[in-house]
């Protein structure tokens, strides 16, 4: 069982940035891939980001590549998201969840935390 909540949303002028962090409990936490997703008002979950068990691996959408980074710290048991060059249609809730896979369905996660907010105002 993991527990993940999900922090550091808030409100932001385009252009701008944000960090996103995820705490973990669990000891199995650095055996799982860690992604990051979310869901727009009126539109389905999407992936943003995924970061593999030892954080030497990492794979994002192409509407966010370039400009967010994920990362983890396993010793603290958390998964970090930098949004940067933040633009109106990242307006979102963040999510992050656990898979045992290698994959960017939302379906194949096992874990999932409570969202957090962000809004990127024009």
């Known amino acids: 069982q993991v527990q993940l909540v999900e922090s550091g949303g808030g409100l932001v002028q385009a252009g701008g940035s944000l960090r996103l962090s995820c705490g973990a409990s669990?000891?199995?936490?650095?055996?799982?891939?860690a992604g990051w997703f979310r869901q727009a008002p009126g539109k389905e979950r999407e992936f943003v980001a995924m970061?593999?068990?030892?954080?030497?691996?990492?794979w994002y959408s192409d509407s966010v590549k370039g400009r967010f980074a994920i990362s983890r710290d396993n010793s603290k048991n958390t998964v970090y998201l930098q949004l940067g060059s933040l633009k109106p249609e990242d307006t979102a809730v963040y999510y992050c969840?656990?898979?045992?896979?290698?994959?960017?369905?939302?379906?194949?996660?096992?874990?999932w935390g409570q969202g957090t907010q962000v809004t990127v105002s024009s």
């Open positions: 969840a656990v898979a045992r896979r290698w994959v960017i369905r939302a379906d194949a996660y096992d874990y």
């Open positions: 669990g000891r199995t936490f650095s055996s799982y891939v």
């Open positions: 970061v593999n068990w030892s954080g030497s691996s990492t």
